[in-house]
DNA sequence: TCAAACCTTCACACCGATGTGAAGGTCAAC
DNA sequence: GTTGACCTTCACATCGGTGTGAAGGTTTGA
């Protein structure tokens, strides 16, 4: 598929899912006219690339996860380095601390908005 | 406290701590001479903001969150309107879709370890 | 009284993610 | 064959979070 529908497809700006090509998060054939061609599961990944920027994570560190994320699993070997396994260790402790942060001030949240709402039930 | 103690303690530059002020993040007594002046619940705060800033809120969302977090809980109710219930409802559910998109990756790159692991086991 | 270590405001600079637009090539349909 | 909708690269712009440094006031301690 071409630039134009994968932008359709994902809520992704083509100038963003040029980026990031450039930045190593997705890859393109091209046709003969130089056109970007997109394989079908490049939709999946631009939306996982998307929820972790979301989520906080920068590019870089995205393209250290993405090897993880491909199913059937494939390990590229000359990716699992000693320092690679360390810094997806890292990442991961980083992202539970995350989870734990969001989580703990969602439900704080969650807990306000039933109080103030248990407060308007009573008409005050 | 001054903002050299609270910058200390937060691990969060001074240029920083007065950025979130003007951000309407924080709030500080003024000295006679001019000084910031810090209370103690600063620390804690600096904290909450700098965990959903790392999360990938900004600070024009992290403002609107801050008045669900105080303990004991105070309903600010001229804020209470209609549109920040909404608004709060709103931000809530994002946070709850970084917390499964967080969650999912992080699964990914601790299955992913494992299985590396298990193979550099059987020297392979 | 002087130096060091604070503090103030202000301004310019960077970086990463993103928008926008120019200048031009390709292709499908009329 | 011209128009319109696509695509290309390139470059400049914006925005939020952050660093840095200038120019100057305050406090503390030798």
Do not use: W
């Not at 134009?4 to 980026?19: D, I």
């Not at 906080?56 to 690679?84: S, W």
Request: hydrophobic share 35%; aromatic share 4%.
């Amino acid at each position: 598929m071409r630039i134009g529908q994968l932008s359709e497809r994902t809520g992704t700006s083509r100038r963003l899912l040029r980026y990031y090509e450039e930045q190593g998060l997705i890859l393109s054939d091209r046709a003969a006219n130089g056109y970007r061609d997109y394989h079908e599961v490049t939709v999946d990944r631009v939306m996982q690339i998307r929820g972790l920027l979301d989520a906080g994570l920068p590019t870089r560190i995205i393209k250290q996860i993405l090897p993880c994320l491909d199913q059937p699993r494939v390990i590229h070997f000359p990716d699992a380095t000693p320092e690679m396994l360390a810094t997806l260790e890292h990442e991961k402790a980083r992202m539970t601390e995350r989870i734990e942060c969001l989580t703990r001030n969602r439900d704080a949240i969650g807990e306000y908005l039933l109080e103030v709402r248990a407060r308007i039930g009573t008409r005050r």
